[in-house]
């Protein structure tokens, strides 16, 4: 089956304690993205990558790092977690390297509480 | 900055009535895309806009990209409670792979 998986689902962390949040697709995309969710504000994009070894910022990526070593894995990693960056994570792909307008597959999202 | 407004923010409906939700930005878009969520779920792609003035329908709904390109609005015909869900419009502005979320609309329909 076609998808993007995201793990885990759900973790709940202390300030300052490093972790990672994995996100896989089996659709050979090119295009990968990370979004946070938060009430009133939307999905907001925190880093993004093209293709293999090609990753970019988004609109919020203060806090977050990305690595893009294979074309399926996209890792999303804090390195020193706060509480402001408790939300709703998700990881999308799309087929081509310009994901802006192409169909954006998103994975089941993340829910991080950072106390 | 939030660069795509939609309203409503929160729509409570019976089974049966028509709704429009809109999405309004003072940028361009190159494209626009209107997405629907459910609770613990990832949004799910109803549709994409490229052309100005451009309509598409989708059974019950229709999806109508603006002349200008700034603004979007989806109307919902005789709402059934499978509508139920966050609805997301998301917008191209032409820089390759970025796509900006509006604040949604959370659609509640009733028996």
């Known amino acids: 089956e076609a998808q993007v998986t995201q793990n885990p689902r759900y973790l709940i962390t202390v300030t300052g304690k490093k972790l990672t949040v994995t996100c896989s697709q089996n659709?050979?995309?090119?295009?990968m993205s990370w979004y946070r969710q938060d009430p009133g504000l939307g999905l907001r994009q925190i880093y993004y990558?093209?293709?293999?070894?090609?990753?970019d910022k988004g609109d919020v990526p203060e806090g977050y790092k990305v690595s893009r070593k294979e074309k399926r894995n996209f890792p999303l990693i804090l390195e020193s977690p706060s509480p402001n960056q408790t939300s709703l994570y998700f990881c999308a792909s799309s087929p081509r390297g310009s994901g802006g307008s192409d169909t954006q597959y998103f994975g089941p999202g993340t829910r991080l509480t950072v106390l | 900055t939030q660069l795509l407004e939609q309203s409503p923010q929160f729509l409570s409906i019976q089974e049966g009535e028509n709704l429009t939700v809109y999405c309004n930005s003072s940028?361009?878009?190159?494209?626009l895309q209107w997405y629907r969520q459910e609770p613990g779920e990832g949004p799910v792609l109803l549709v994409t806009v490229v052309t100005g003035g451009e309509v598409k329908k989708l059974k019950r709904l229709t999806f109508q990209f603006g002349d200008a390109r700034k603004d979007s609005s989806l109307h919902i015909t005789a709402a059934q409670p499978g509508d139920t869900g966050l609805y997301l419009c998301?917008?191209?502005?032409?820089?390759?792979?970025?796509?900006?979320f509006g604040t949604g609309t959370r659609l509640q329909v009733t028996l």
């Open positions: 998301a917008g191209n502005t032409g820089t390759a792979s970025k796509l900006t």
């Open positions: 659709m050979n995309h090119e295009y």
């Open positions: 990558s093209m293709n293999v070894e090609v990753t």
């Open positions: 940028s361009v878009f190159s494209s």
